[in-house]
């Protein structure tokens, strides 16, 4: 057997100790995360379950908090953390940002700047269509007043969802939706449409929605090159509109269907106070799921949970903290 040199043996010793000692990068404090999802920041948000990964594998953090109502596997009303999912869909599909100018109108309505401002999930549940959805009751309303700004609402998706000239998908039932997305998305089991809003419609639980947020991470989906693109104000409202946001005063951006965390402050529509955000990725859904991706897309992190009442504004809160504990920021 031939023996290794000195050196040799130095530099494997050395080696074997880089790989082994944490990098100021990717150095994470569990124990933090885990004390502050148990901490006062998250009382409002209990029950819930949450955890926090890295670009592939099983969560490196994760718990239940408040009881056991809400696992790893437990399926969730997701409402508007579908929009990552419809956004991700729509860029695969096109595989990359949609041209032309029904791809200026698709755009738009990504960025919640189409002026449908009415949708109605509910009246969604009397409908068969995506495009049934669309035109039930008010519905189908424009807003000529919020056309051209950010106008937080699912009437924009469903508006070019059904339209035979953009995304053509009316005809479309709650199965056969899915069917058409998961062909570009090979979404987990968990995932369905329990309403037909593409917008605000799913549901999942927290694996497979965990590993949809990898794929963005690795590139497996188009949208990972695009989670910054062109930024949209949400707050002020423009001129002449109000209720343009859910968030209260937070000045996020949006981009493609989704929240960055760029915030200078701001209060929520709750009466809770956030600080300067991070640039995180974000799409929390109105019952309280919270997905997110880091700004340099290092980490995920799910906070699953499902109220009738006050969830996004005590999801994010909550989100947050574990996230700046579990980071050391």
């Given at each position: 057997?031939l023996k290794k040199s000195k050196a040799?043996?130095?530099?494997?010793?050395?080696?074997?100790?880089?790989?082994?000692?944490?990098?100021?990068?990717?150095?994470?404090?569990?124990?933090?995360?885990?004390?502050?999802?148990?901490?006062?920041?998250?009382?409002?948000?209990?029950?819930?379950?949450?955890?926090?990964?890295?670009?592939?594998?099983?969560?490196?953090?994760?718990?239940?908090?408040?009881?056991?109502?809400?696992?790893?596997?437990?399926?969730?009303?997701?409402?508007?953390?579908?929009?990552?999912?419809?956004?991700?869909?729509?860029?695969?599909?096109?595989?990359?940002?949609?041209?032309?100018?029904?791809?200026?109108?698709?755009?738009?309505?990504?960025?919640?700047?189409?002026?449908?401002?009415?949708?109605?999930?509910?009246?969604?549940?009397?409908?068969?269509?995506?495009?049934?959805?669309?035109?039930?009751?008010?519905?189908?309303?424009?807003?000529?007043?919020?056309?051209?700004?950010?106008?937080?609402?699912?009437?924009?998706?469903?508006?070019?969802?059904?339209?035979?000239?953009?995304?053509?998908?009316?005809?479309?039932?709650?199965?056969?939706?899915?069917?058409?997305?998961?062909?570009?998305?090979?979404?987990?089991?968990?995932?369905?449409?329990?309403?037909?809003?593409?917008?605000?419609?799913?549901?999942?639980?927290?694996?497979?929605?965990?590993?949809?947020?990898?794929?963005?991470?690795?590139?497996?989906?188009?949208?990972?090159?695009?989670?910054?693109?062109?930024?949209?104000?949400?707050?002020?409202?423009?001129?002449?509109?109000?209720?343009?946001?859910?968030?209260?005063?937070?000045?996020?951006?949006?981009?493609?269907?989704?929240?960055?965390?760029?915030?200078?402050?701001?209060?929520?529509?709750?009466?809770?106070?956030?600080?300067?955000?991070?640039?995180?990725?974000?799409?929390?859904?109105?019952?309280?799921?919270?997905?997110?991706?880091?700004?340099?897309?290092?980490?995920?992190?799910?906070?699953?949970?499902?109220?009738?009442?006050?969830?996004?504004?005590?999801?994010?809160?909550?989100?947050?903290?574990?996230?700046?504990?579990?980071?050391?920021?």
């Amino acid at each position: 057997m031939l023996k290794k040199s000195k050196a040799s043996r130095m530099l494997g010793g050395a080696t074997l100790a880089l790989l082994a000692a944490p990098t100021a990068a990717f150095a994470y404090d569990i124990a933090a995360a885990t004390a502050a999802a148990e901490g006062a920041a998250c009382t409002d948000a209990r029950p819930f379950y949450w955890e926090i990964g890295g670009s592939s594998g099983a969560p490196i953090a994760s718990g239940q908090v408040g009881g056991t109502d809400f696992a790893r596997s437990t399926t969730v009303t997701l409402a508007s953390a579908s929009k990552w999912v419809f956004a991700a869909y729509v860029l695969q599909r096109y595989s990359g940002i949609p041209t032309g100018s029904g791809g200026a109108q698709i755009v738009d309505a990504l960025n919640m700047k189409l002026g449908y401002t009415s949708l109605n999930d509910y009246l969604c549940q009397l409908t068969l269509t995506v495009s049934g959805c669309f035109t039930v009751g008010s519905n189908d309303n424009h807003d000529s007043a919020a056309d051209g700004h950010f106008f937080y609402n699912s009437g924009h998706g469903q508006y070019v969802a059904s339209q035979a000239s953009l995304l053509n998908l009316g005809n479309k039932t709650r199965n056969t939706l899915f069917t058409e997305v998961n062909s570009y998305l090979n979404l987990g089991s968990s995932f369905g449409y329990a309403n037909l809003p593409l917008s605000s419609g799913m549901e999942g639980n927290a694996a497979d929605y965990a590993t949809f947020l990898q794929r963005i991470m690795t590139g497996y989906y188009v949208i990972s090159s695009y989670l910054n693109y062109s930024p949209v104000v949400t707050y002020p409202c423009a001129s002449g509109l109000s209720g343009c946001t859910p968030l209260g005063s937070v000045d996020f951006h949006y981009s493609l269907h989704h929240w960055i965390e760029d915030n200078t402050g701001g209060t929520l529509s709750n009466g809770k106070t956030l600080g300067p955000g991070d640039g995180a990725h974000s799409s929390p859904g109105a019952f309280g799921f919270y997905p997110w991706i880091t700004a340099d897309k290092q980490y995920y992190g799910i906070l699953s949970r499902e109220a009738s009442s006050g969830a996004p504004g005590d999801s994010i809160p909550c989100g947050q903290a574990i996230r700046k504990a579990f980071l050391g920021t």
